[in-house]
């Protein structure tokens, strides 16, 4: 026999056997309020479970989720303390408890976002995708050195949609947005050409206008093959262009 519900205070009113099988019955009854309560216990059980599951998104320290994502999941979790009765389920902590943690993890959210308004987030788009992931970084390293109000170094982003959906996420009001793009030309000599092209534009995420730019800036390096070419040298000259 199985059942859904764990199911307490049965009793045993009758039991007969079968003579013509050799089968033993017999008949148990429950009280409703029984029921009811299994029942409960089980609506609870899930409940909880959800809570957990929500508070743990909410509080995710590697960063993952965005600030309005974290936001979402702790207020679910919210949502849901109001109406679970965690004195219908043995639970190893009290609901009070859960009440605490979920009302400091939004206070740190809140924190996070007052810290944030006002930076500024910074993303480089490789529009040609020739430049390395090595030359990516010195960009955005050496534009945060020279713009101080560049909060938080962050990666980069696939399209100019797409890094101003990461930044609102994370909870920055502006985007230092840059793109980089590459041009390599062959002189009659055979020498090789490279200019890097590098151009910047500053949005307010929320008005979603420019504010400042396009400032466009464009260096060239020369060399005898691809790898030659030093595109980290060029960057240094497009950034110095753009202080």
């Known amino acids: 026999m ?8 049965l009793k045993i009113k009758a039991h007969w056997i079968d003579p013509s099988s050799c089968t033993y019955y017999k008949l148990m009854v429950i009280s409703k309020k029984s029921v009811q309560q299994a029942q409960l216990e089980k609506v609870m059980k ?12 909410g509080t995710d320290g590697h960063m993952k989720l965005g600030i309005a994502a974290r936001r979402k999941h702790l207020q679910n979790a919210q949502a849901l ?32 976002t007052s810290r944030l ?6 993303f480089v ?22 713009d101080y109000a560049v909060d938080r170094l962050m990666a980069d982003c696939s399209s100019k949609e797409d890094c101003i959906k ?16 590459t041009q390599i030309a062959t002189s009659p000599m055979g020498e090789l050409k490279g200019t890097l092209t590098l151009s910047r534009l500053v949005y307010d995420i929320e008005s979603r206008k420019v504010v400042k730019g396009p400032e466009t800036v464009s260096a060239q390096v020369i060399g005898w093959s691809n790898d030659e070419l030093d595109w980290n040298a060029a960057a240094q000259k497009t950034l110095a262009g753009l202080k």
């Open 166 to 181: 990461h930044s609102k996420q994370r909870g920055f009001s502006m985007l230092a947005f840059l793109k980089a793009s």
């Open 117 to 122: 308004k006002g930076h500024m987030a910074l």
């Open 46 to 57: 899930s409940r909880i479970k959800e809570i957990k599951s929500q508070l743990t998104k």
């Open 81 to 112: 303390l109001i109406d679970t009765d965690f004195s219908a389920f043995p639970e190893e902590l009290k609901k009070e408890v859960y009440v605490k943690r979920v009302r400091n993890a939004l206070k740190a959210i809140n924190k996070e």
């Open 2 to 9: 199985s059942a859904d519900e764990v199911l307490r205070d």
């Open 125 to 146: 788009l490789n529009e040609d995708g020739t430049l390395e992931s090595g030359v990516i970084g010195q960009i955005l390293k050496q534009f945060r050195y020279g």
